[in-house]
């Protein structure tokens, strides 16, 4: 069964796009384009996420990044807003950005599992960090070769969710749920590439005979980090 991976996107867009219309046409209207709003949104994961998760920090490391995080819908409202940078380029830059800022938020929490001598929920984490990269290439690689594949479990904005909510929990004392949450994404990451695998393999073999010079159109296609 497909699953629908614009569900979440579908009930939060239109909520966080009016409210952030106005910070957006601020933007516009000082000649920042989306791509500037792309690079401070990363940057700010990045270092939140390297800062406050390994010194154990969970509670204010997931609400400041969550305040980055919003930064990936904000781009995409300053870009149709008409700032500078809404271009293919842009899709290029906000696609690999999302993959170095989820990289860090795993890298941070990987990190802290370390400094509490957690080897094996660090290894857990380094499980849903690899996963995750493996999701977002497997959906580009089949779109460079004119393929979809837009099934899974645990795409982006389900990934985010949940690592954060249970950071965030776990930061307030509530027991169990950060490993809980890091078990469910591993899993959940390694059943959407199973996912990914298997719609291109039926794809390719109800369509055999595809050029090979279609092997070398990769794209890294993104749009507001749905991967």
Request: hydrophobic share 55%; glycine share 12%.
């Amino acid at each position: 069964m497909a699953y629908d991976r614009t569900a979440m996107l579908k009930l939060l867009r239109p909520v966080m796009t009016r409210i952030l219309t106005p910070l957006g046409r601020a933007l516009v209207g000082r000649g920042i384009g989306p791509n500037a709003v792309t690079a401070v949104g990363t940057l700010g994961t990045v270092v939140s996420a390297l800062l406050f998760f390994p010194l154990g920090l969970l509670t204010a490391g997931a609400l400041v990044i969550t305040v980055f995080v919003l930064f990936d819908l904000l781009d995409g409202v300053v870009a149709r807003l008409g700032g500078k940078g809404g271009s293919t380029w842009g899709a290029f830059l906000d696609s690999t950005f999302d993959r170095v800022a989820d990289a860090a938020i795993f890298a941070g929490l990987i990190l802290y599992f370390i400094a509490a001598d957690d080897v094996l929920m660090a290894a857990v984490g380094l499980l849903c960090l690899i996963a995750g990269a493996i999701v977002s290439y497997a959906k580009a690689r089949a779109e460079g070769l004119g393929l979809t594949a837009d099934v899974g479990l645990a795409e982006r904005p389900e990934r985010l969710v949940v690592v954060l909510v249970a950071a965030f929990l776990a930061g307030l004392g509530v027991p169990y749920v950060l490993p809980a949450g890091m078990w469910l994404l591993a899993v959940a990451s390694v059943i959407t590439v199973g996912q990914r695998v298997m719609a291109v393999h039926r794809q390719t073999r109800d369509t055999p005979g595809r050029p090979a010079g279609e092997e070398n159109q990769e794209t890294a296609r993104d749009e507001m980090g749905e991967r």
